[in-house]
């Protein structure tokens, strides 16, 4: 067989000793684990599949390394799949830091449904890898800046989950957390506003910015964001 497929049309395949011509391509949305497997072993490759891995233990699985460095989840983003399903926005599947650090390793994913565990606590450069990926972070944690320092798309990015940060206790650090901004970051009110709140209410900690150039400050329509 050779074209476009469902996994409903490859079932007969799947339990055959026939495979697929090369350039076959998957086109469900939505993929269980297994049948994505199946159907790699039989040559296919896939077109904006998301696959649905319910369980965390199931995510370590498909990230586990082998002797020579590979892993099912490699395969399957070699073969067109870089969309995981795991839980949902009111229900997310926890996962640890350590498999949210493998994902990140691996690259090109995306995940939904997830909530890094918390457990130990969290950095915001850590935090602001978390989320690139697609991981919620845990309402209410706040999160410490190492050396109390972060670029300004960082912290932009943790302000706008509506996180808290606090600034690293380590001896001599104060509290003051500085967010850098290059020349090619564009500042709105808005992003400012939201990076300036995003400290623990009533907390005595600093919050500033710093430039290593000039930095673009875009408003709002008709300037609205100016109104008093």
């Not at 395969?75 to 498999?99: C, E, F, R, Y």
């Not at 509506?162 to 967010?179: A, E, F, H, L, Q």
């Not at 400012?192 to 919050?207: F, H, Q, T």
Request: glycine letters at 10%; proline letters at 3%; aromatic letters at 2%.
């Amino acid at each position: 067989m050779q074209g476009s497929i469902t996994v409903s049309q490859a079932a007969g395949v799947l339990n055959s000793a026939l495979s697929f011509k090369a350039g076959t391509v998957v086109s469900d949305r939505n993929i269980s684990v297994a049948n994505a497997q199946a159907l790699l072993a039989k040559g296919v490759t896939f077109s904006a599949s998301t696959l649905s891995v319910p369980t965390a233990s199931a995510l370590s699985s498909l990230l586990a390394v082998d002797e020579n460095g590979n892993s099912i989840m490699a395969a399957l983003k070699a073969a067109g799949i870089t969309s995981l399903q795991m839980g949902t926005a009111a229900n997310p599947v926890v996962v640890t830091q350590a498999l949210a650090n493998d994902a990140i390793t691996l690259g090109g994913l995306q995940i939904a449904g997830a909530q890094v565990d918390a457990t130990g606590g969290l950095t915001a450069s850590g935090s602001a890898a978390f989320a690139g990926l697609g991981l919620a972070i845990p309402a209410g944690a706040a999160l410490i800046v190492t050396g109390n320092a972060i670029s300004f798309s960082e912290m932009s990015s943790l302000a706008s989950k509506g996180v808290t940060v606090v600034p690293d206790t380590s001896p001599g650090m104060g509290n003051k957390i500085t967010v850098s901004l290059a020349s090619s970051d564009v500042l709105t009110l808005a992003k400012a506003n939201a990076i300036l709140n995003a400290k623990p209410a009533g907390a005595a900690d600093e919050i500033t910015f710093s430039a290593s150039g000039a930095v673009t400050l875009k408003l709002a329509a008709s300037n609205s964001d100016l109104a008093t």
